[in-house]
């Protein structure tokens, strides 16, 4: 009896797993549509997860497939996110996708309009407020620097406050300049657009190709620089306080040999060339162990005039908030880059080192004059002040046209010994720290308008832009 229960057991869980199989197995029709962004999406892949084979959307975003009611139908289409979908016994799903990659999705500003990347055709370049941050420089033209693909920046020299030179489509001009044209919150930026601080800039783009500068006329030639300000946001008082200390070193020193080594190839030139060696070799023994400095120095004047590096302080306040009918952004900062010259330490009445001072100040507020007028105002300016010792960029003309043993630093009684004043023949310890210094200071104000007024209710999308704006440069 027992046996014929077992029997019965196993019969009916055979019968209900052939019914589930079966249920399993049977298939179904399922139709649904595919959009993105609220619009159907033709030639969408539909596919039941493992088949080699399936349907596509049509031009309405339409697709019907047959699949097992247990199945999952995975949706695939070029840029957008795969998704899965199990049937679960359902006739129609519907399905939404989304762009695969954020960066599709940014609005970049593109000469006097913005568009979404995706659908943006030209060579253009952007760079957002975080990605600058990260980069902790004082300078935009730095940002540049090895950034932006297609953008050649070099740095003309190592002073502080010094523009890097940027190039975007080359050098397509003898005489006339080839750097890019600025462009700042839409009005064209006239000047040095190191004046700028970095921590104000919402995003950057650069637009590379001819078509994409043709807005600009001749002034786009060698290629745009669009800067857009951060603006203010609605909501609560947002306080950002920020300091920094960087310490700057050099990338390569030139290396001079000592004086007994020039001395000695002196001699060998000499020599190789039939003439008699210039120094003796008592000159030599003098040389090599410094028994006469003020006949037979031997000064490292690299080592003399340069510290191993220097230090950089930024400090940036701004502000930001507001309501529904006005925002505002409120921005302060302050930057020091020192230089790397020594100094004579006996000079208390000024500083003969190079160094860089910046204050920068911005003001952006934005006005909901109207539900379909805005108002955009923006005063921003800069106070820097570069110095130099008094013989300016003259000083490297003259460590590497001054051997080590052409003179001392000083006499021994005191005197400044020199070989020359011009030509790299100026003692480089003098001409760095004893003909006094150059100060130069730049006061630069900008300030912007720009009215947007909506038309919608003659058709959507329809504005018109006004903005006026001016600068000036003391």
Do not use: C
């Amino acid at each position: 009896m027992r046996i014929y229960l077992r029997l019965l057991v196993v019969s009916l869980l055979l019968f209900a797993g052939n019914i589930v199989y079966a249920e399993a197995q049977q298939e179904k029709r399922v139709t649904g549509t595919v959009t993105s962004e609220g619009e159907p999406l033709p030639g969408v892949s539909v596919q039941l997860k493992g088949a080699s084979s399936g349907t596509i959307t049509d031009i309405d975003g339409n697709y019907s497939i047959e699949v097992p009611a247990t199945g999952t139908l995975v949706f695939r289409f070029v840029g957008m996110r795969s998704v899965e979908q199990p049937v679960n016994n359902r006739s129609v799903i519907n399905v939404t996708l989304e762009s695969e990659s954020k960066e599709l999705e940014e609005v970049m500003v593109v000469a006097y309009a913005t568009a979404k990347k995706y659908s943006f055709t030209g060579a253009a370049s952007t760079m957002k407020a975080g990605e600058i941050e990260k980069l902790q420089t004082s300078s935009v033209s730095r940002v540049l620097e090895g950034t932006v693909s297609g953008v050649q920046a070099s740095a003309a020299s190592g002073q502080p406050g010094t523009d890097a030179e940027i190039r975007i489509r080359g050098i397509g001009s003898i005489n006339a300049s080839s750097a890019p044209l600025y462009v700042v919150d839409g009005v064209p930026f006239d000047g040095s657009v190191n004046s700028i601080n970095p921590d104000d800039i919402s995003s950057m783009t650069v637009l590379k190709d001819a078509a994409s500068a043709a807005l600009y006329g001749s002034r786009g030639a060698n290629g745009v620089v669009l800067i857009t300000t951060k603006r203010g946001k609605e909501g609560k008082v947002h306080i950002d306080a920020k300091v920094e200390t960087t310490y700057n070193t050099r990338t390569y020193t030139p290396e001079l040999v000592d004086g007994y080594t020039y001395a000695t190839l002196m001699n060998e030139a000499r020599i190789t060339r039939n003439q008699i060696p210039f120094y003796s070799d008592e000159d030599l023994h003098l040389l090599a162990n410094g028994l006469d400095k003020d006949l037979f120095p031997n000064v490292d004047w690299m080592g003399m005039l340069l510290k191993k590096g220097a230090p950089t302080y930024r400090a940036t306040l701004n502000i930001n908030g507001g309501g529904s009918l006005a925002r505002y952004y409120v921005s302060a900062s302050y930057v020091k880059e020192a230089g790397m010259y020594n100094v004579d330490e006996g000079l208390k009445d000024y500083d003969t080192n190079s160094s860089y001072h910046r204050w920068n100040y911005r003001v952006n507020v934005d006005m909901d004059i109207t539900k379909s007028t805005l108002v955009r105002v923006g005063i921003a300016g800069s106070l820097d002040k570069m110095n130099q010792p008094g013989v300016g960029n003259s000083v490297w003309e003259s460590v590497m046209g001054y051997s080590p043993i052409t003179s001392p630093v000083l006499f021994s009684d005191g005197r400044i010994p020199a070989y020359g004043n011009s030509d790299g023949r100026m003692n480089p310890w003098a001409a760095s720290t004893q003909t006094g210094y150059q100060e130069h200071w730049n006061n630069k104000m900008q300030a912007d308008i720009t009215l947007e007024q909506k038309f919608d209710f003659i058709t959507k999308g329809l504005k018109f832009v006004g903005r006026f704006g001016m600068d000036t440069n003391n």
